[in-house]
């Protein structure tokens, strides 16, 4: 399974940004995809998690009403829609495939992972 994440950038404190994850591979649509993110000096965190089959979601406290993940697996892709935007949300986020029809929150699930998009939200 190879993963794509694009839609970073910059944007200012309370708005918007949809990050995308394209993924290829035979079996890619039946894995349960996630993203996690990195910011400088901190260890990658878990943001949102989608089944194979997109019936169930979870997310971390801190991203909870504001972040979104969806996924389209005639398209093979998934997404993660971010509103109100704030500073502490500056990080790379990555996307990630894992072998599993639930959602997990734990990186060690994850064995495909994409390159990265930077975010950054100025306040």
């Known amino acids: 399974v190879q993963l794509q994440a694009s839609g970073g950038g910059l944007v200012q404190a309370g708005g918007s940004l949809r990050l995308s994850c394209a993924a290829s591979?035979?079996?890619?649509?039946?894995?349960?995809k996630g993203w996690f993110r990195q910011a400088p000096g901190k260890d990658r965190e878990f943001v949102a998690a989608?089944?194979?089959?997109?019936?169930?979601?979870r997310y971390a406290d801190s991203v909870k009403g504001r972040f979104t993940t969806s996924r389209d697996n005639t398209k093979n892709t998934v997404n993660l829609q971010m509103n109100s935007l704030k500073p502490e949300d500056t990080a790379v986020y990555y996307c990630?495939?894992?072998?599993?029809?639930?959602?997990?929150?734990?990186?060690?699930?994850?064995?495909?992972w994409g390159q990265g998009t930077q975010v950054t939200v100025s306040s």
């Open positions: 990630a495939a894992a072998p599993t029809v639930v959602a997990g929150t734990r990186a060690d699930l994850y064995d495909y």
């Open positions: 591979g035979r079996t890619s649509s039946t894995y349960a």
């Open positions: 989608i089944s194979w089959g997109g019936g169930s979601t």
